[in-house]
């Protein structure tokens, strides 16, 4: 029977009811009486000097109040950069300063020059439309090859050349890669791009400051994961505005996938202006804007080998990747392509030689950081392509060259730095076989073929490494922050419950599934329970959401807390039934003697925890309220394995997706339906990268996909239904929940399972392709296939 | 978008006057005029509102058995109107956009605009329909002038679009993946004088009549006829989304669908 409450029931979303019936409260729902709002002048080109900024005309249109330019901000910091990489040499990577609005130089298409705060939005725009620009065109840094070669144009002339860092991971394995190559009885080799993305949340970015000069008080509203990150990144680094002057609140927030993670320079300027003006200054993103100034995700061009001995058994894997950083670091980006990316090239696979290249370039575009998956995507679809290609190579069954290279032993350490706690990789493969019914393939296809079209099957493997991260270990990496994670169990006298969570929920449905935890735990209804998330004046310090981390470790901060909680409360209970609290059992909100009938109700505890009349105050003091901070011990590692099946039209090149499974390895799962909505998510955004979303500039710097128009989005239509499946559970073994994360799988897990099967249907079909770039629109698949 | 002023006209005799003010724009359904305000890429001092105007609404069969379509008609009331008339055409608007654009959008604001990716100019070519306005009649073979532009004068209005009912036809879209518009569309009608084929979406100048396909079909209305044809690449569109090989390929290849469609 499935549980109707508590771990493992699917308890319905309950903050879908404000979101279904128009009742969220999103950043751009805040209005503060006499606010004024800002509008970005932006950069229309993707290189230039500039040589003024002549706001003197602007300046005097209805409504302006000031016009700010980047000279206004020379003496404010910068905004920081959270991750400093270490390169192959041993010396830091280069971090050039990133101005909140363009000084001396325009690096982008989309950049801010000047900000005009108006009485109206309109009033604004009108006014940045007189400002005058003086502007030397510079030629634009696009290609990240030509932006390293010797003599190209620089980004950054402060900087030595174009190049962030130089990084080789592991460096020490080099030598015996390289080796391992020579001997290789087969080397497979395979060059791609990973298309460069826009994460497109639903809600685009809007930023509200205002100050309070009563009490020097400054509030940041703005659609953000992660609160408390933006209140010490900008408080500390930009603004220089102590953190008991600086609140910030991410309410509702309408989709993250990591491009809200970030701090922007919106977020400065009108914190900022909010105090120079004296006025609350709004700034809400158009679409447009979205495309010109979120963080992109992806974009790396790769080449990755694959060797193997004559028994088909992986012995090195080698890659060169290029990484875009765009103008500009963001926030995490140097993190990405490394100790998100280097991190997971072993895959589910014992290879015991690994080594990764990556130079991290800039370029005139628009910074590029994380994006649902965030370095593990890039990592999974090189290593899942290049298996495939083997396998093809080798004329054997592609899950059963995978099969035979498994990890099977756990915990397994890796050649590149992690270490598996657990996982059951012949599991997950074998769920997938059967909920994919690859027994029933070649009937499929054979009935494509009846119907003029190829079928194809794709499948790959992945694992992920979520739950970022033990602190000792990522500020060894370069990180500029701890990445722990903290929870407040608030007991009320009548026995409900507030907790305050350090994660941020943007639809992972933490306000429905955090609750059923400690409803486990204590046997109060779920109802019973809320979840106070998004306020740095409410919650305690946490490093917020992204990395598939939120349940792993806030979920494990907040069981430690909730621990914590019933203790305490297990010796008020132990003083009302005049018993020793190590006999005291807490089951279904009942507080009994073990092996008795005496027993008292978890309000009735909680009533004398706040009316202590009668209590042990000599012992413990009165209330119930608890904080745990909760660092990890390690990354989890979720896994698992995907199947894709296409028709592709042989007339038109047009790609469908027939059947597309997944078979993912959790470890304990808390709300299924939440989790297979998770993973339904992931797939789209997967299947989305794979064949229809791409973010495209020409040689100038103008992005050419700057709207609905020309990007591609995934919409129903273009999808299947799935079949999801997340039985096969290897609980992580060092968090108290057991559990690893889900956030990121379906984005992660997905791309290559659809290229693979487009690579089997067109070869099944007697066309010579091992390769098609994503994303593999109509187009590009006829022209493969005419050779 | 910039200030401007908006007039709701009840008639049409209304509405060309209002339409003869300074920088006055008629204003359709507003599915591309709206979009192009708001990106602040036009600067009408008046839009004239053509939706309140009841005459230039609606589906009605001419003494001739022509499908006539007032204007202002959505693509909505197309689809459900013309469905037991003209089920190509019908069907054709059952896929222009979305259930908010072919609610709001119209047939005249279409072909007003003559986007080089719609739908509408290729059903109104291929069925050799006349475009009737306030002051005129206009063949669809005068009417499209290349991309976005037409045979209007200024301040001219489609009052109603004409279809000669053929005896059989087919709408063939092949779509951009982004914009879902036609990457190339091809719409086929035989007529018992002959086959018209016109194609929207492919060409440099705008919808086109493929004269080949046309031959070749009216000799044999079946995709094999036109087996042996190549369509050139020259003057085809190339972009993000397909080379102009790739596009005057589709050309064949939707031109043959429609066709087998059709038949």
Same mark, same amino acid.
């Given at each position: 029977m499935p549980k109707d409450s508590g771990i493992g029931a699917s308890s319905k979303r309950r903050e879908d009811i404000r979101f279904l019936t128009g009742a969220g409260n999103y950043t751009d729902d805040i209005n503060i009486h006499g606010q004024a709002y800002v509008h970005f002048l932006r950069a229309d080109v993707a290189h230039a000097t500039i040589n003024s900024v002549d706001t003197s005309a602007a300046s005097q249109m209805p409504g302006v109040l000031h016009i700010f330019t980047g000279s206004d901000f020379e003496p404010i910091g910068g905004l920081p950069c959270g991750w400093q990489v270490t390169d192959k040499h041993g010396e830091p990577m280069q971090e050039p300063k990133h101005p909140v609005l363009a000084h001396g130089k325009i690096r982008h298409v989309g950049e801010p020059i000047a900000a005009v705060v108006a009485e109206t939005y309109a009033q604004a725009r009108d006014a940045a439309e007189e400002i005058e620009l003086s502007l030397t065109d510079l030629p634009a840094v696009m290609d990240m090859k030509k932006a390293v070669a010797e003599g190209a144009t620089k980004v950054h002339d402060d900087l030595t050349s174009n190049l962030c860092y130089d990084w080789g991971f592991v460096e020490e394995n080099k030598a015996a890669t390289d080796a391992a190559f020579e001997k290789a009885a087969h080397v497979t080799t395979l060059e791609l791009v990973n298309n460069r993305l826009v994460a497109n949340p639903m809600e685009p970015r809007v930023a509200v400051g205002d100050y309070s000069a009563a009490d020097d008080m400054h509030t940041l509203y703005t659609t953000s994961q992660n609160p408390h990150v933006i209140r010490l990144l900008m408080g500390a680094f930009v603004l220089g505005i102590p953190e008991h002057r600086l609140r910030v609140v991410a309410p509702d927030v309408g989709g993250g996938f990591g491009t809200k993670i970030f701090h922007y320079a919106e977020e400065a300027f009108c914190t900022f202006a909010a105090k120079q003006l004296r006025r609350p200054v709004k700034w809400t993103s158009s679409r447009s804007e979205a495309f010109l100034s979120d963080a992109h995700g992806r974009d790396h061009v790769t080449k990755i080998e694959l060797a193997l001995d004559a028994e088909n058994n992986f012995t090195a894997l080698r890659t060169e990747t290029f990484a875009n950083m765009g103008a500009y670091l963001s926030t995490f980006a140097p993190s990405v392509p490394t100790w998100l990316h280097g991190t997971l090239m072993a895959g589910n696979y014992k290879t015991p030689l690994i080594y990764v290249n990556v130079k991290a370039v800039f370029t005139n575009t628009i910074p590029v950081d994380a994006y649902r998956g965030a370095g593990r995507p890039e990592a999974t679809f090189q290593l899942e392509r290049v298996v495939d290609k083997a396998a093809r190579e080798l004329g054997v069954d592609p899950i059963a060259l995978r099969r035979q290279n498994f990890?099977?032993?756990?915990?397994y350490a890796t050649p590149v730095a992690v270490e598996y706690d657990t996982g059951d990789y012949e599991a997950t493969m074998a769920k997938l076989e059967e909920i994919a019914d690859i027994g029933g393939f070649a009937a499929r296809r054979a009935e494509s073929e009846k119907n003029g079209k190829m079928r194809g099957l794709g499948v790959n493997c992945y694992i992920e490494a979520c739950g970022i991260a033990p602190s000792n270990l990522v500020g060894q990496l370069g990180a500029r922050a701890g990445l722990y994670d903290a929870a407040t169990v608030r007991v009320n006298a009548t026995g409900s419950i507030s907790v305050m969570v350090g994660a941020h929920s943007h639809g992972q449905g933490h306000e429905t599934s955090f609750p059923q935890v400690i409803s486990e735990m204590i046997g109060i209804p779920e109802d019973q329970i809320d979840i106070v998330h998004g306020d740095t004046s409410k919650i305690p310090f946490g490093m917020g959401t992204y990395g598939s981390r939120s349940l792993a470790v806030c979920g494990s901060a907040m069981v430690r807390a909730a621990e914590k909680v019933i203790n305490k409360a297990k010796k008020i209970a132990a003083h009302l039934l005049e018993a020793s609290d190590a006999d005291i059992e807490l089951k279904d909100g009942q507080f009994t003697v073990a092996g008795t009938d005496k027993s008292v109700a978890w309000g009735d505890v909680t009533l004398a925890a706040y009316?202590?009349?009668?209590?042990?105050l000599e012992d413990i003091e009165p209330g119930l309220e608890e904080t745990a901070f909760y660092d990890p011990a390690n990354f989890t590692y979720p896994a698992g394995a995907y199947a894709c099946e296409v028709e592709v039209d042989p007339d038109t090149g047009k790609v469908t997706i027939e059947r597309f499974s997944a078979a993912d390895d959790f470890g304990n799962v808390i709300n299924p339906m939440i989790v297979s909505g998770q993973v339904h998510g992931g797939i789209a955004q997967g299947i989305g990268q794979a064949l229809l979303e791409n973010c495209a500039y020409d040689e100038n710097g103008q992005l050419i996909s700057a709207s609905y128009m020309d990007y591609a989005m995934p919409r129903a239509d273009d999808l299947p239904f799935y079949e999801v499946d997340h039985s096969c559970q290897t609980p992580c073994t060092h968090n108290p929940l057991g559990v690893k994360g889900c956030g990121e799988a379906g984005a992660i897990g997905s791309p290559p399972s659809v290229v693979n099967a487009v690579i089997d249907a067109l070869q099944s079909a007697g066309k010579d392709v091992t390769h098609i770039d994503m994303p593999l629109t109509p187009a590009r698949v006829w022209d493969a296939m005419q050779g | 978008m910039y200030a401007f002023e908006i007039e709701r006209p009840g008639t049409l005799a209304d509405a060309v006057n209002a339409l003869k003010g300074e920088d006055a724009q008629a204003l359709g359904g507003g599915q591309t005029l709206i979009p192009t305000l708001k990106a602040r890429l036009a600067m009408p001092a008046t839009l004239v509102s053509? %939706? /309140?105007? /009841?005459?230039?609404k609606g589906v009605c069969i001419g003494d001739d058995g022509a499908v006539c379509i007032g204007g202002a008609t959505t693509h909505a009331a197309v689809v459900r109107e013309a469905a037991a008339h003209y089920p190509a055409l019908a069907d054709l608007a059952s896929h222009i956009g979305d259930p908010a654009v072919r609610n709001r959008g119209t047939i005249g604001g279409s072909l007003a605009n003559n986007?080089? %990716?719609?739908?509408?100019p290729s059903a109104v070519l291929g069925s050799g329909a006349t475009i009737i306005t306030n002051a005129r009649d206009i063949v669809a073979d005068e009417f499209f002038d290349g991309m976005f532009a037409t045979a209007l004068d200024e301040g001219e209005v489609i009052t109603e679009v004409r279809f000669p009912v053929p005896e059989k036809a087919n709408y063939q879209k092949f779509v951009q993946p982004a914009s879902r518009f036609a990457l190339v569309g091809v719409f086929v009608a035989k007529y018992s004088d002959g086959v018209r084929v016109a194609v929207t979406g492919a060409s440099e100048d705008g919808v086109f009549r493929w004269s080949e396909a046309e031959e070749a079909l009216s000799r044999d209305f079946s995709a094999d006829a036109i087996g042996g044809l190549e369509v050139s690449a020259d003057g085809m569109i190339a972009d993000l989304h397909g080379s102009s090989a790739y596009r005057a390929h589709l050309v064949k290849v939707m031109t043959g669908r429609a066709v087998v469609a059709a038949a």
């Open positions: 990890v099977t032993e756990f915990p009316v202590p009349h009668n209590y042990p | 053509l %939706s /309140g105007i /009841g005459e230039m986007d080089p %990716s719609a739908c509408y």
